[in-house]
């Protein structure tokens, strides 16, 4: 007999259906049981699109023709993500539940900018918490976002076996092997925005874009390019301005920049040096999620300060960089109470000749 865990499992995979196309909205999957038999499917494919719960309740129909109705009358729900109470862009599920007369809800993770489904339904039996901490893992970006006020942010670096980043001339191209290039596409795809700092566009003048990641190219959106360039270094001719992502430049009035395609944002000069402010402008104008660093040590450094990085993913090559390396961090010990920051080991694997370490900062 399959277990309650299970079918959450389920609704789980069918979630991350949707890992490039609903953002700004989470990721949500839904299964509907009879009699312990799956008899509905749904997922959440794209914001203004039907719910998760809608297109399951719609796929019981599908199934079963005349006889939906009563059936869903003695069916159950399992659901990823609180079903919405409120009116957005489509109706609110709870509606939808109430309407057919589902009599059992699972709900894995709740969401807190809705009404609490589980304390105003009544008339319904409710389970919180199934796999709570895999359905908030698989949604992290946006709950970051709806309950910090800013996103997830992810720093990925490309190091050599002594930490170096780039050549003391700056250059960095090919520390990693093909497949660790392979995977940062990857990363960009899954990320909503790309954020760097001048430094790292004037001396690589990468693009950021996802070219090589897997995916079908028809289904990737690409991440928002996003620089603070508080010293007018841009002139909009770099590649970054080029491609077919969009750009946000935090600039001051004196920029160089003319490229009518980019997005640019003027700040006092000492605003923009406040990346708290800054991701909390992703956060709430922006509606990002989810943003990968891909920068050099400076604004690695800025952001570990302001206690911003959630996750770092290491690519560690089987190379040296010699005496005159960057390093990925020089970060300042006078400032911290304690003289190093620990970071948790979260897993480590192979990435063709190098190793892929994911690490989550402790800032305590
Ligand atoms: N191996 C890798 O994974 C990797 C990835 C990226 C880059 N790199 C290498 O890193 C090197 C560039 O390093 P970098 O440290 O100069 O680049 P960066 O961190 O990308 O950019 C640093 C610049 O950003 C500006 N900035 C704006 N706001 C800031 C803030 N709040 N805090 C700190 N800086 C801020 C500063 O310039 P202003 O003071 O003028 O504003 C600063 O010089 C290049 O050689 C590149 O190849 C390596």
Redesign the pocket.
């Known amino acids: 007999m399959t277990s309650p865990t299970e079918h959450m499992l389920e609704a789980l995979s069918l979630a991350k259906k949707g890992l490039l196309t609903t953002r700004p909205n989470p990721m949500v999957g839904c299964i509907i049981t009879l009699d312990n038999k799956i008899i509905g499917r749904g997922w959440h494919k794209k914001a203004g699109d039907g719910h998760a719960e809608v297109n399951a309740i719609q796929d019981v129909f599908d199934n079963l023709g005349p006889q939906a109705q009563s059936s869903l009358e003695r069916s159950e729900m399992y659901v990823t993500l609180e079903p919405c109470s409120t009116s957005g862009q489509t109706p609110p599920c709870s509606e939808a539940i109430k309407k057919h007369g589902i009599k059992k809800v699972y709900i894995a993770s709740r969401d807190s900018s809705q009404n609490g489904f589980a304390k105003k339904e009544k008339d319904i039996e409710i389970v919180e918490g199934l796999l709570e901490v895999e359905a908030r893992e698989l949604n992290r970006g946006f709950f970051s976002r709806i309950e910090k006020n800013r996103p997830f942010i992810t720093a990925?670096?490309?190091?050599g076996l002594d930490g170096g980043?780039?050549l003391g001339s700056?250059?960095?191209k090919w520390?990693t092997s093909a497949v660790s290039r392979k995977d940062v596409h990857k990363l960009r795809a899954t990320n909503e925005a790309v954020f760097?700092?001048?430094?790292?566009i004037l001396?690589?003048d990468p693009s950021l874009t996802s070219r090589d990641s897997g995916y079908e190219r028809d289904e990737i959106k690409q991440p928002l390019i996003v620089v603070?360039d508080?010293?007018n270094?841009l002139t909009g001719t770099e590649k970054i301005f080029s491609t077919d992502a969009k750009t946000l430049i935090f600039t001051s009035e004196d920029s160089k920049i003319k490229s009518p395609k980019s997005e640019i944002c003027i700040m006092k000069k000492e605003d923009?040096?406040n990346?708290k402010q800054i991701m909390k402008y992703l956060s709430n104008e922006k509606l990002i999620n989810t943003v990968l660093v891909?920068?050099?040590?400076?604004?690695?450094d800025?952001l570990l300060a302001e206690e911003l990085i959630d996750e770092l993913v290491l690519y560690q090559a089987p190379k040296l960089l010699g005496k005159d390396r960057?390093t990925f961090s020089k970060f300042d010990q006078t400032s911290r109470k304690l003289s190093t920051i620990d970071l948790e080991v979260s897993s480590i694997s192979d990435s063709g000749e190098d190793k892929k370490i994911i690490l989550i900062p402790n800032y305590k």
């Open positions: 990925k670096i490309a190091t980043i780039a700056g250059e960095s520390i760097t700092g001048t430094g790292t001396k690589d603070i508080r010293n270094h923009l040096g990346l891909e920068s050099g040590s400076n604004i690695f800025s960057k």
